[in-house]
């Protein structure tokens, strides 16, 4: 077992756990104390400064600095919002659900004080439809907290007002975008926005608006009651600081979320010492490290340090840290043609590129690994995802990309072979 | 009047608590597909009438999201994640043994590409709103009875 035997869980600091955490439950463990915190004894610009020295990377797949994106809500009057991305569809990633599940408590904290630093009154926190049973303990969690005076009016007994507003989706994975989110609070069809501007400045209602995923919020009341000064020193800094949640599926063991440091173990520790190893002791053909959006990497890149920058220096992203393992018995045609379905099925349609280019992509796919592909297929995947990267308006039609061009450039010949066998050559699974 | 007066009067309720109306427009959509299972015009445009939004307003919201539905569905509808990390977990077998077993009139059994973010409890299947997960071994089997028994 690597490194981190002696970490001390910060995000999720009951593994196993199903039920939520009751209001009683989380200030026994110091909730709520960095919000007492800042409300008595920080201004809203001590609180963004802190955040900025803790180093903490957006957790939604960016990685952008929370703190700075936080410093860029003008000072200005009128009414600011919080936008929480809790509409968690990345195939692979599941780490948003849990926390709000069981952490329901120390997601509302985060909410509050990244609210209370830009000024917002009202914050968003918009959750996929599906996600029924963490809404309706993200309510209930914050009835408590509004009946305890922490939230609502007043916020303990200071002339601060936080309203937080659970706000249910109804099946999208364009709304985890950030403008189509806020296209889809205000009543419109989620469709991304051309920028700029920017929500910082014009966002929801056309008002400036900080948007965060739930993870990175789930962050900030760590840093704020402990420090930046401890925070940093967690992970890999300057770049690469704090706890994250990696989400392993695929063929392992022990399929689940892990919390660990940034840069705290590789790959393939996470896959042997936490997931339990590969199914039957196969062999790892490819790990997806951002769900089905970014490419996969080679069993050579298996070392690799899970952080931001390591993984981008290994040819990936590290994304949601949402790690999909492949065996050697994995067909990769038919594991691309997979994640292009899903593309397919999302692209809003809004850019012509994507909605067209998706489509294509599934159907030159499905001819290869259904045994009907012929060989300008792949030279025809290469040119078709280039009509899309880049030509669009939001990341989706890059995404949509990636499980082709990785997987034709890494695996060509299982590719080749499936056009020259005119059949699939794996055992269907 | 096609909506519920209680579905009518929680609409207008909704309309009153985010800052701009529209912003109802959707959970207005999601109540009003509670009151008869699908959505129909005429739902649609009372809907569209209480948020204050023209009807194309609220008819390319109903025909976007995968949620709601603008033609009646079977009562029980049980949708299978077939996207990758589910597939690599037996979730094509799930679906063909639930497809053969499972032959009511009243069950729908839909296969979508869509994650549900249960990767770790694959494979899985949403019956209605619930979460049906780890479904291999005896909790399979108990699945695929409840269904039989429909």
Redesign the interface.
């Known amino acids: 077992m690597s490194v981190a035997l002696d970490y001390q869980r910060v995000l999720l600091p009951h593994p196993g756990r199903t039920e939520p955490l009751s209001l009683d439950e989380h200030k026994a463990e110091d909730g709520y104390a960095a919000w007492q915190k800042a409300l008595t004894r920080m201004t809203p610009d001590q609180v963004i400064e802190e955040v900025k020295a803790s180093g903490l990377r957006g957790r939604g797949g960016a990685g952008f600095p929370t703190g700075t994106k936080w410093s860029f809500i003008p000072k200005t009057g009128g009414a600011k919002y919080v936008a929480v991305n809790a509409d968690e569809s990345e195939p692979g990633t599941f780490k948003d659900r849990e926390l709000m599940e069981v952490e329901p408590h120390r997601v509302l904290e985060g909410v509050a004080l990244c609210s209370y630093a830009i000024g917002a009154e009202t914050a968003f926190i918009y959750i996929r439809g599906e996600y029924v049973c963490a809404a309706d303990r993200l309510e209930a969690a914050i009835a408590e907290a509004e009946a305890a005076g922490l939230l609502g009016q007043a916020c303990l007994g200071t002339s601060v007002n936080v309203r937080i507003l659970v706000f249910r989706g109804a099946g999208a994975y364009i709304c985890g975008e950030e403008t189509a989110l806020l296209e889809s609070l205000e009543g419109r069809r989620p469709m991304p926005r051309s920028r700029p501007p920017f929500p910082a400045v014009e966002g929801l209602y056309r008002r400036p608006t900080v948007i965060n995923n739930v993870e990175t919020l789930a962050n900030v009341p760590s840093i704020i009651d402990r420090g930046s000064g401890w925070y940093s020193s967690i992970g890999v800094p300057p770049r690469n600081t704090g706890p994250k949640i990696f989400c392993l599926s695929g063929r392992v063991n022990r399929p689940g979320n892990y919390e660990l440091p940034l840069g705290a173990v590789t790959i393939r520790e996470l896959i042997d010492d936490y997931g339990g190893g590969v199914i039957d002791g196969k062999a790892v053909k490819g790990v997806l490290t951002a769900g089905v959006s970014a490419p996969i990497l080679s069993p050579d890149k298996l070392d690799t340090k899970l952080d931001y920058d390591s993984v981008q220096a290994a040819g990936s992203m590290l994304g949601s840290a949402s790690l999909i393992v492949l065996d050697e018995d994995t067909c990769i045609v038919r594991a691309a043609a997979l994640m292009e379905e899903f593309f397919r099925h999302e692209s809003c349609g809004k850019c012509t590129p994507c909605r067209e280019g998706t489509s294509w992509l599934h159907k030159v796919l499905s001819r290869i690994e259904q045994g009907h592909g012929a060989p300008a297929d792949l030279e025809l995947l290469l040119s078709l995802s280039g009509e899309i990267s880049g030509k669009v308006l939001c990341a989706l039609g890059d995404f949509a990309t990636s499980p082709v061009v990785a997987t034709v450039k890494q695996f060509r010949d299982e590719y080749e072979k499936h056009i020259a066998e005119q059949r699939c050559p794996f055992e269907p699974w | 009047m096609t909506l519920s007066d209680s579905t009518s009067a929680a609409i207008q309720k909704l309309v009153a608590?985010?800052?701009?109306p529209?912003?109802?427009?959707?959970?207005a959509?999601?109540l009003a597909q509670a009151d008869a299972g699908y959505l129909s015009r005429e739902a649609i445009a009372e809907a569209a009438d209480l948020?204050g939004?023209p009807h194309s307003?609220a008819l390319?919201?109903a025909e976007?999201?995968?949620?709601?539905h603008t033609e009646p569905r079977p009562p029980i509808r049980v949708v299978v994640c077939?996207?990758?990390?589910c597939?690599?977990?037996?979730a094509?077998d799930l679906i063909r043994e639930l497809r053969a077993a499972v032959t009511s009139a009243s069950v729908e059994i839909e296969r979508?590409?869509?994650?549900?973010?249960?990767?770790?409890?694959?494979p899985m299947a949403?019956r209605g709103?619930e979460?049906r997960e780890n479904l291999v071994g005896d909790e399979r089997a108990r699945f695929i009875s409840e269904l039989r028994s429909v």
């Open positions: 608590t985010y800052p701009e529209r912003t109802a427009l959707l959970p959509l999601k948020v939004v307003a390319e919201l976007f999201y995968t949620m709601l077939a996207q990758l990390p597939a690599l977990r037996g094509d979508t590409s869509e994650c549900f973010g249960a990767c770790h409890r694959a949403r709103e979460y």
